[in-house]
């Protein structure tokens, strides 16, 4: 099974935010440009995740990101099921629906190897995700015009 574009950078967005130091509140950009992808994209992406509220976003001078306690602790199924949405894992009535759906057994097995994907993920949280090495990954993505070394020392480390 593979994740869509969306529900990856979700969960990227989700990992980098729970690293940042005490009292910090990165910008949408800023996220952006520390994962290597549009700002575009992951503004939609905030705009979603606010709505699950799993991340808090506010504008203005002392606005930006944080993850909230539901961010942190709540599983990654369930993180991943509301990302992804209602799909299955083939598209079997779509535009030219397929001749065997009135009785396929292949789809019923699919549905089932869709939720036991599902299931693997519910046994962790964002917060397991973002432990060494992963950590010290997130921590050293540089941010516009600062060297990783300034953000580990920005964050203690
Ligand atoms: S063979 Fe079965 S699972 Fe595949 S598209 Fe047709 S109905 Fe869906």
Redesign the pocket.
């Known amino acids: 099974m593979q994740l869509t574009r969306f529900t990856d950078l979700g969960l990227r967005v989700v990992m980098r935010l729970a690293v940042v130091g005490e009292g910090e509140r990165p910008g949408s950009r800023e996220i952006a440009d520390q994962l290597a992808v549009s700002y575009a994209h992951v503004a939609k992406v905030i705009t979603r995740l606010g709505e699950l509220g799993v991340v808090d976003a506010r504008r203005g001078r002392s606005g930006g990101l944080a993850i909230t306690e539901l961010g942190r602790t709540a599983s990654v199924g369930w993180l991943v099921r509301r990302l992804e949405g209602e799909g299955e894992v ?3 009535d779509g535009v030219n629906p ?4 009135a009785g ?1 057994l ?2 019923s097995a ?1 549905r089932r190897a869709q939720e036991a994907f599902f299931e693997s993920l519910d046994t962790l949280t964002i917060e397991d995700l973002t432990r060494t090495p992963t950590r010290t990954v997130l921590l050293a993505l540089p941010r516009v015009g600062e060297t990783s070394s300034a953000i580990s020392a920005t964050n203690g480390e």
Not at 98 to 101: E, N, T
């Open positions: 083939v598209e079997c397929c001749p065997l759906r396929c292949l789809r699919l």
